[in-house]
Structure formats: structure tokens, C-alpha cells
């Protein structure tokens, strides 16, 4: 997958800073533990992390056209771009030769035959820079949905950038400060694009293409979503989504590794894990795809189902892989392996952010690290919930007829925002306003049909929310805890043909049958068990043993005993009445499971603000 870093300097000889850039770069090495390069020039200075996936021997980087320091557009890359096979033709049809069998020869051939506009071309989930000394110019490009990061650092002189914030944070003209409204970002959970918490530094936006020169900074958007009248009866639709799903599987279990899934019994994992079994058994493959689940023992002794939570996956997991003859390989965990400081803290640098949804981040981990020790590369089914209409808020009433975002609807269920203003913290940050003004911000990006009214026109705004908001958040955790284990997430929900599709199905037809994701569930039907089909969406695997919660309360307690940067944010009393909570209320996860994933926000806050030395300013 990789990691890239970089440094432009117009004013200055950067060939006196080699060390600087590999530093830089060496920030990531979990996201490319195979390789690494840098090239220095005179104004740029560009560094590389490499995870081999396609052309192992070949694809080393920065690369070149020819392979050598030649006066042409040099390149940094991360991702895949599963279309490059296409590409490869198409270019080598215009006259172009390659070297290699690589994806990132055939992005950087792609650039120098049409320019910037490259990028409306590539099909994948990729961030890039290319320096293009001719024009002594820097693009920074990332892909239509997000999946794959990417910071910018304006400096006096020119620019910063890297795959992660820790890469630009190692240069010494680049500071970890934040301000009231970068706190709000991280507490109030609204994953404005373009905002990256830290003061100063920028997120590429997904589907734009940044471009330095020495006159400053322009950006073109070269992909947003679209509102299209959508005209296919519901038969075409269901056979649409399900042509579009199984030529996106196939196209992403292309590698030059092993390949698995990622499968937890819901629907959306368990349709992508059938449907690589199928292209597999298609292919001819001898070998089975390995689909691998999380849980925690004695689970299933210890459930107990609420409004969220409903039941244990690893039934259901364990049904999906004996169904379409998967390897199931379930990775079981204790407490103990969630409460592990190493592993917080690895978490902790791998996201940059106290933004923490507690054990399921650290499980998430122990579950990555388990599968690279097994393959390289891994199917999820991220983004489904929020094309296809999975979420409990856009079935409930308060949540659509809400003016706030929907999510926040079920983290008042859950007690989360109480728990946040009992603490005083709400206030502190001017959450309020904070709130109201991106949610408004957001509205206004919506794209909207002609004529499209009432409950349509209302889902399609939630729809766009989740799309650009939400689902933000979730492959922005997906990315940082594989890759800190290197390994490398494909998420076959994002392709943007699907994407552009889904975002146009009317939500009549989106759950035709009163359910949830009725037209997924029509779509792969055809390869899922009776079960699968038929069960209620339920969330994540959390653990449910009161000795996490003790353990949580203590290190709560903790902050209370020591000089806490907590205690500049949260009064004493705050901690205290959280403190106070009966320990009772946290079982089951209904009820305060809010109030306990606000404490380990605080406990996360906390080793941030030492561990990156923050400085908070206003």
C-alpha cells in the first residue's frame, strides 16, 4: 500500500536536506515495511515507503520514466488503481513503453499523456504526488472517496506533505498545535473534509487535485457526486448492482500477493467474501479465499442484545464461510489483549488523533495483525451501510426529521452527548454552534434532483451526509490500523461507478421491502445463506465484560491523580461524576455505552496531547 512524504522549497537548496526527507518518510514505515527510496533535487524532495503488492521486483519508487534522474515528471504513490491494466493498453496504444508491469508506472504515463486531467481517468483507491520539474510544479491527487490519506503543510517557501500527519510533523518548521475549533473536530465527531485537526495543515480532498507552483496553491475538483434521474424499473437495478459488485471484486483480487477478507457475518462483509469465493471458483483457483473474524471469548456466554448490538457475529461468520467455502479463521481475544498499553499506544500513533471507539479500535488491530501474518491484502465492506441504507438513523423517525447530523441522534441515545455536556466539555468547545455551522456547510453541498421533494429529497440528503461525513471517519480508521500492521484494505463499496449508481437509486427502491439494504440483499442473494439475508444489521464486535469497564474507570481515575492535559479541558467534578456512574449501567452496551466511549476519548486525549507534545492554542 505505502507511504509517501515530501518537501518543496522554492527558495531554498533542498539537496542539504536529504536527511530530513527520509525522516520524514521513515515516519512510515509500517505502511511500506519492504522497500524504501527518496530523490532531492535542488526546489523538491520526495520520499517513499513501499508495501509490494503488483510487480514486486519492479515497482520501486520514486520512479522515473526511464528509471533514471532524467528531467521528466518523478512520482510518489500509494494505493491501487485496479483499472491500470486498461490503461496500460490505451497508453501503449498513444506510443508509450514501460519498464515495469507496475500500477505507478502506468499513473505516471497517464500524467505525462493528458496532464492533470489523469486523474478522472484512474479507477482505484490511490494518493500521489507528482513533481513535474518543467514547470517546477507539485499535484498532489487523491482518490474520489477518501480511502487513501493524504496532508499538505503550506510553509513559507512551499509545502509539506505526507501519506500521515506524523510524516509532516517530523519536520522541524512543522508544529502540533490545536486550536478550539481542531478539539471541536475531534469531540464532536463531524469529519469535515479538508480539516485535519492540527493547526496549519490541510487534508486533500477526496476527488481534488492540489497544484503548487511558485505563484501558490490551486485546487481542482475533478469528481463530486451528482444527483441524476434515475430511470432502471427494480429488476434492472438489483442486476446492475449485482454486474457492478462481482466485476469490482474480480477487479480487486488482482495482486501479486495473497488475498483475504475481512468477514464479521453481516451482510455486507459476507457478500464480499462470497463474492471473491465465486470469482476465485471461476478463475479456477485451487486455492480457497481465508476469511477472517474477531471475536471475544466467552462471547457468546456474556451477550446480552440491545437496540444496537442484536446478537454475536461468529455464527453467522462461521455460516458464510462453510456457504460459499471459505478458510474461516476467527481471531479470539481477552481483555487483557484490548487493554495491552503497547497496543493503545500503537493505535494512538497509527491514527494521529485521540479518535477512539475504544476496544473495537485496539480488537481491530489484534485483528489486522492477525491477518498479515496469513496474506497481504484484504477485501472489507465499508461504505455499504451508507449507499445502501443500513444505519438504524434512516429508519428512525427523530433522525430524518432531525436538523443536526443523523449519527448524533444515536449518540444521544447512547448517552454520549450528555455525558459530554455533564462534563462541561459541550460548552467549553463551543460545540453548539460548531455543529450547526458544518451541518449547515453540508446541506449545501448536496446535490439535488429537479423536482425531487419530501421524503426523497430528505434521504438523499442523509444519504450524501454519510457518504461524505460518516464514512469518513470509518475508512479513516480502517486505513491507519491495517496499515500500521501492513496490510493493505481494499473496500470494494467505494468504487465510484457504484457509488454514482446507488446515490441516484430513489430510496423507495433502496428498501423496497421495508428493510434495510433491501437492494444489496436482492443483489447477492445469490451467493449468501437464508440467514445472512434475513439478519438485522449489527455494529462492530465490542466487548461487553465488566472488567474492561473497571479497567477503563481506573484509568479515568488515573487522570484525576496526575497533571492531566485533561484537567485544562474537563473539570475535576466532570471526571468525578463520570466516575460516579453506577458500574452496572455500563453492561449490555445500551444505556451509558456513550458515557464509556466519552471516557476513552479522554483517556486517548490524554496520551495524545504527551505522546505528540500538542500545544493547545485559541
Not at 511500506?32 to 527510496?37: C, F, I, R
Not at 497481504?376 to 444505519?391: I, K, N, Q
Amino acid at each position: 500500500m505505502c507511504g509517501l512524504a515530501g518537501w518543496v522549497g522554492y527558495d531554498r537548496d533542498l539537496t542539504r536536506h536529504a536527511d530530513t526527507v527520509s525522516a520524514m518518510a521513515g515516519t512510515l514505515e509500517c505502511r511500506g515495511p519492504d522497500d524504501h527510496g527518496t530523490w532531492v533535487s535542488r526546489h523538491a524532495a520526495l520520499g517513499h515507503r513501499r508495501l509490494s503488492v503488483i510487480d514486486l521486483a519492479g515497482g520501486r519508487q520514486p520512479m522515473h520514466v526511464t528509471g533514471a534522474d532524467d528531467g521528466l515528471p518523478v512520482i510518489v504513490y500509494t494505493g491501487e488503481v485496479y483499472n491500470y491494466r486498461e490503461l496500460r493498453r490505451e497508453l501503449a496504444g498513444l506510443g508509450h513503453t514501460f519498464r515495469t508491469t507496475s500500477d505507478t508506472e502506468v499513473v505516471l504515463h497517464a500524467y505525462l499523456e493528458w496532464g492533470q486531467e489523469f486523474a478522472e481517468r484512474l479507477n482505484g483507491m490511490y494518493a500521489l504526488a507528482v513533481w513535474d520539474p518543467r514547470g517546477e510544479e507539485l499535484l498532489l491527487v487523491r482518490d474520489r472517496m477518501g480511502v487513501k490519506p493524504l496532508f499538505y503543510y503550506p510553509t513559507r517557501d512551499g509545502v509539506l506533505f505526507g501519506s500521515e500527519a506524523k510524516a509532516i510533523l517530523a519536520h522541524p518548521e512543522a508544529r502540533a498545535a490545536v486550536d478550539r475549533e481542531g478539539l471541536a473536530e475531534i469531540f464532536a465527531i463531524i469529519n469535515t473534509p479538508g480539516h485535519a485537526v492540527f493547526k496549519g495543515m490541510h487534508e486533500v480532498v477526496p476527488g481534488t487535485v492540489v497544484r503548487f507552483t511558485r505563484g501558490g496553491r490551486t485546487t481542482r475538483t475533478y469528481w463530486e457526486l451528482r444527483a441524476r434521474p434515475h430511470t432502471d424499473d427494480l429488476d434492472t437495478t438489483v442486476a446492475r448492482v449485482r454486474e457492478l459488485l462481482e466485476d469490482i471484486v474480480e477487479r480487486q483480487l488482482v495482486a501479486d500477493v495473497k488475498v483475504g477478507t475481512l468477514l464479521s457475518g453481516g451482510l455486507d462483509s459476507s457478500a464480499i467474501t462470497a463474492l471473491a469465493a465465486k470469482a476465485l471458483r471461476d478463475q479456477g483457483a485451487e486455492e480457497r479465499i481465508k476469511a477472517f473474524s474477531v471475536d471475544f471469548r466467552d462471547n457468546e456466554r456474556d451477550f446480552r442484545g440491545n437496540g444496537i448490538w442484536l446478537d454475536p457475529d461468529t455464527p453467522y461468520a462461521v455460516e458464510v464461510a462453510r456457504h460459499c467455502g471459505a478458510e474461516h479463521i476467527v481471531v479470539e481475544l481477552e481483555n487483557n489483549d484490548v487493554l495491552d498499553e503497547d497496543v493503545r499506544r500503537r493505535v494512538l500513533l497509527a491514527q494521529d488523533l485521540p479518535i477512539s471507539t475504544g476496544d473495537m479500535e485496539h480488537s481491530l488491530y489484534h485483528l489486522c495483525r492477525a491477518l498479515k501474518e496469513r496474506v497481504t491484502v484484504a477485501l472489507s465492506g465499508e461504505t455499504s451501510d451508507e449507499l445502501f441504507g443500513g444505519y438504524n438513523w434512516f429508519f428512525d423517525r427523530e433522525a430524518v426529521e432531525g436538523d443536526t447530523f443523523p449519527w448524533y441522534d444515536a449518540w444521544r441515545r447512547l448517552g454520549g452527548l450528555a455525558a459530554i455536556r455533564e462534563i462541561g466539555l459541550w460548552d467549553r468547545l463551543g460545540m453548539e454552534e460548531y455543529v450547526k455551522q458544518r451541518y449547515a456547510e453540508a446541506l449545501a453541498e448536496v446535490p439535488r434532483l429537479a423536482g425531487e421533494s419530501g421524503t426523497e429529497a430528505r434521504m438523499r440528503e442523509l444519504s450524501y451526509l454519510n457518504i461524505s461525513r460518516w464514512e469518513k471517519f470509518l475508512l479513516d480508521r480502517k486505513d491507519r490500523i491495517s496499515m500500521a500492521t501492513g496490510l493493505e484494505v481494499r473496500v470494494p463499496f467505494t468504487d465510484h461507478r457504484l457509488v454514482e449508481y446507488v446515490f441516484n437509486v430513489p430510496w423507495e427502491m433502496k428498501n423496497f421491502d421495508g428493510r434495510e439494504k433491501s437492494l444489496l440483499r436482492a443483489a447477492t442473494a445469490h451467493v449468501l445463506p437464508e440467514s445472512v439475508l434475513r439478519r438485522r444489521k449489527s455494529p462492530y464486535p465490542s466487548t461487553q465484560d465488566q472488567g474492561y469497564v473497571r479497567a477503563l474507570r481506573d484509568k479515568v481515575a488515573a487522570l484525576l491523580r496526575t497533571d492531566s492535559p485533561v484537567l485544562e479541558l474537563v473539570p475535576a467534578a466532570g471526571l468525578r461524576a463520570l466516575l460516579d456512574k453506577p458500574l452496572e449501567s455500563y453492561a449490555g452496551l445500551g444505556g451509558l455505552w456513550g458515557t464509556r466511549a466519552v471516557m476513552e476519548r479522554l483517556v486517548e486525549y490524554d496520551a495524545w496531547v504527551r505522546e505528540y507534545g500538542v500545544r493547545v492554542e485559541d
